[in-house]
């Protein structure tokens, strides 16, 4: 459980990390960071594992799309050196990773995103660091690794 101090604001603490990641953004809107999440699939009933209905007339199996989500966070591009084990069918190669930290209430918008797009570049979702805190306000950081660039 999260502790709290005589005088901590938490309102005035993450209005001020929220200032400062917005302040480091990247300037062009087009290469700041957006947190992209899988399709959805509702199957039909009686419906194939692809959502395909046995009864074709019957009911169709829908998929929706959550949109698009940007929340002020910092961003850490790992050095060269530092690359993330990426398993694939050719074995493990190495992948350039960026490290987001997000406040609380902006992890809860983007906890379930699949991948980042972040200067053009796409970034597949790998993990969550174990979070941390100061007082009430939560803190988290998301790793995202490059394998487009293996």
Sequence with gaps: ????????????????????????????????????????????????????PFNIGGPKSTVTQRPPVAVPCGIEQVPEGARADVDTPFGVLRSPWVKISLLDEDYEQVRDSAYILLGGEKYDYHHTEVPGGLFSVGLYTMIFVNENDL
């Design 1 to 52: 459980m999260a502790g709290t101090a005589a005088g901590f604001n938490a309102d005035g603490f993450r209005q001020a990390i929220r200032f400062v990641y917005t302040m480091a953004a990247p300037v062009p809107a087009d290469e700041q960071l957006t947190f992209y999440f899988k399709p959805t699939v509702t199957r039909a009933p009686d419906s194939d594992s692809e959502g395909v």
